[in-house]
């Protein structure tokens, strides 16, 4: 198999797992829900920015980018469709109609999130706005038009812009690692660089059709602290799934050439990096960057004095519950690479690499959130 056609395969396989089982995506994002719990003000202020602006339309027609699949797509959704009709309720104001569009690749599990439907319409904040409140699914990839256009009023997307279109050209050198990791060689971060300015430009340049004057977009994902791209502190997300992989190469189980030619369609941006894009690509003024902090692995469980860990049983719990989540997102693209033989035991061995790392060698993963307005 070429590399092109094994790296078209990955891109295809680019979706969480769906479902609501042990491993789905659906039982394994609570971190993605606490960021959207964490920018509820901000996705607020930035609706009810622009309806005045608007002066309060008859219809609403909002868009989730990436809504993956579970309850995380209508915890974001109820946060909107509240903001809106609590908006008009406060300006007198008769609620609209909203119809509320969720965009993912076709391969999304689309089925489970619209079993979720009737209990998002009975927990919305006035259920009057049922019967005026439509759901519908998008299938496609957001670096391509999906609305007409100037049809949108409000776009949302979470974790989901640090997804790239497609594995970046030029990193063939990276051979040891399925993304970047400091000290990275400059032509792998370069191209990695690369890639995300030409995808979030183009991503803008979509939106840009779609969106009315005015109209606002609110954007949540994975990034990094402004700092040397090349340091050893930069990039770490990925490092232990690496190590994971590579730890199965010297066990015969996986192929050293097979983890060469593999490395993920993902970039975690710092703050310049983003805000040039959006000023070269001209379309949005820019409102807000925010960023949340946590760490990496996730730990839930310290000792008050000293902030270490003290309960070896709950440490690897954590762990487990820490590479039950990447599973979640990176299983299906391992999958189309490697093949589902190996799957139990990389992440059984991910947990076991996650449980030994001490307190004092956790790193920081910054969430950014970005608010834009459509000039």
Request: hydrophobic share 35%; aromatic share 10%; proline share 4%.
């Amino acid at each position: 198999m070429s590399s092109s056609t094994s790296r078209d395969r990955l891109v295809d396989a680019l979706r969480m797992k769906g479902g609501d089982g042990k491993h789905s995506y659906a039982n394994n994002s609570l971190i993605q829900k606490d960021l959207l719990c964490k920018t509820k003000l901000i996705v607020e202020e930035s609706i009810k920015e622009m309806l005045l602006k608007m002066d309060f339309p008859e219809c609403i027609k909002v868009a989730d980018l990436g809504c993956s699949s579970g309850q995380n797509t209508f915890v974001a959704m109820s946060q909107i469709v509240n903001a809106i009709v609590e908006s008009y309720q406060q300006n007198g104001r008769n609620s609209p109609e909203i119809d509320c569009c969720l965009n993912d690749l076709p391969e999304n599990d689309f089925n489970t999130t619209f079993t979720l439907i009737p209990s998002f319409h009975e927990k919305l904040m006035d259920t009057n706005v049922k019967g005026t409140c439509f759901v519908s699914g998008v299938p496609g990839s957001f670096y391509t038009r999906l609305f007409p256009r100037k049809s949108l009023h409000f776009v949302h997307s979470s974790y989901s812009i640090h997804w790239l279109s497609k594995v970046p050209d030029g990193i063939e050198d990276n051979k040891k690692d399925i993304y970047l990791r400091g000290p990275c060689l400059p032509n792998v971060y370069k191209s990695y660089l690369n890639q995300f300015q030409n995808d979030f430009s183009l991503f803008l340049r979509m939106r840009s059709e779609e969106i009315v004057t005015n109209g606002g977009m609110v954007l949540m994902f994975l990034g990094r602290e402004a700092s040397d791209p090349l340091s050893k502190d930069c990039f770490g997300n990925m490092s232990l799934l690496s190590d994971s992989l590579n730890d199965l190469v010297s066990e015969g189980l996986v192929k050293e050439s097979d983890v060469e030619s593999f490395n993920l369609p993902f970039y975690n941006p710092d703050e310049g990096e983003v805000r040039e894009i959006v000023r070269n690509e001209g379309s949005f003024e820019f409102n807000k960057f925010d960023k949340f902090e946590f760490p990496f692995p996730p730990k839930t469980v310290e000792c008050e004095e000293e902030g270490r860990y003290v309960d070896q049983s709950r440490r690897l719990e954590n762990a487990k519950m820490f590479a039950r989540s990447t599973r979640s997102i990176t299983e299906s693209m391992l999958v189309a690479h490697f093949g589902d033989a190996i799957i139990d035991r990389l992440f059984n061995k991910l947990a076991h690499l996650a449980a030994q790392i001490s307190s004092n060698r956790y790193k920081t993963t910054v969430q950014c959130v970005v608010s834009l307005t459509r000039k």
